[in-house]
């Protein structure tokens, strides 16, 4: 049964390098990471998935076209699909982020209801 086991707390490791990922889980509609990061700043992301971002430890601050959130632990986050943003700042973060996948498509483009 402790097959899916995964401790979010146990296992953190920083690199100076880069942001490490782990994969937690993945399926047709959610894909669920764990992100380290030492002090890195990130490119522009423009995603097609609804990200919710879970802070769980660190300090950080995300960039948005018209604002910036700073994020402290335990806060949570939700950042829509193709809401162009970048890691501006960030200080030992370890993030919990849920995918939420679209099938690639903006959910006002559906012509069913």
Excluded: P
């Excluded at 809401?83 to 099938?103: D, M, N, P």
């Amino acid at each position: 049964m402790d097959k899916n086991l995964f401790n979010i707390f146990k296992n953190i490791k920083f690199s100076e390098e880069k942001e490490i990922e782990e994969n937690i889980y993945e399926d047709d509609k959610i894909k669920i990471i764990r992100t380290m990061s030492l002090n890195q700043v990130t490119d522009l992301y423009d995603q097609e998935e609804v990200e919710i971002v879970f802070l769980l430890d660190g300090r950080a601050e995300l960039e948005f076209k018209d604002k910036k959130v700073r994020l402290e632990k335990g806060d949570m986050l939700e950042i829509k699909a193709h809401e162009i943003h970048r890691v501006s700042w960030q200080e030992k973060a370890v993030y919990l982020c849920i995918f939420i996948k679209t099938g690639g498509k903006d959910l006002e483009d559906e012509d069913e209801i």
